[in-house]
């Protein structure tokens, strides 16, 4: 039974489709709820076991509502997929803090709260499995990515400190990074030339969502025993 946060589109759309392939349960949040709508009714299509309610990661609420969902359908929580995630970047002497406001509010705020959601009904199955999507933005630094790099690696080591924390055997941590992947990520890019540039990097060169959703289906599907931290996924062309 896995819930997945930003599961509208692209990344979180993929991995709901692939995770319902091999036969999970999953549990759907995002904003959009036309777009959960319409893939829920795709893999019941296909014989999958689906939930679905509009997600807000930036309210707690909301991640306490979906957790709900998800054991109240389906009697338990395996993995939380927290994959929601904005890129309004620029260069921080543009001075977008309104910008840098709502990356650290969806991007880290949001991931603490599907955390705070989950740990509780972990516990109590001494079972569960946290995986976020990071990037490979947090590994090579670059121009225009600072703040929302920053974002990211904020998550990774919160995850990794909750690792170190969480050492009986019954909660695992992964931090999926990805580099370019094809989905409408530079669609919150509200720099007209950087988004044209990343939209172009995108369409030349960048991963199927699919790839990233079979890394995210690896990791879940170890043993109990075996913990996958960290998967790095990016185009073989990328620098
Ligand atoms: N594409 C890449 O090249 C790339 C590379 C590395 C990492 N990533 C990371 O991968 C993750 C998924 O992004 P993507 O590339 O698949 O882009 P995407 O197609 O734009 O998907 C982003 C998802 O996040 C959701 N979202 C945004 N704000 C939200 C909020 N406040 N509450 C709930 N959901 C919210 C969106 O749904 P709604 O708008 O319906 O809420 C959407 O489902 C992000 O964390 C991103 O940083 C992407």
Redesign the pocket.
Known sequence: MVAI?????????ATARELAARGAAVVL????ED?LERLAADLRAAGGRVAHRP????RREDLTALVDLAVGEFGRLDVLVG?????TISPVADLDVEGWSQMID??VR?VLHGIAAALPVFRAQRRGHLVT?????GLKISPTMAVYAGT?NAVRTILEGLRQESTEGWLRTTSI?????R???A??ITDPALRTRIEQN?ASL?LD?AAVARAIAFAIEQPQDVEIGDITIRPSAQD
């Open positions: 946060t930003g599961a509208s589109s692209g990344i979180g759309e949040g995002a904003r959009r777009r997600t807000d990661v930036t994959n929601a995630g904005i890129s969806v991007n949001g999507t990071v990037s490979t933005a990211k990074s990805p580099g370019y992947v989905t409408e990520l669609a919150s995108t960048a969502p």
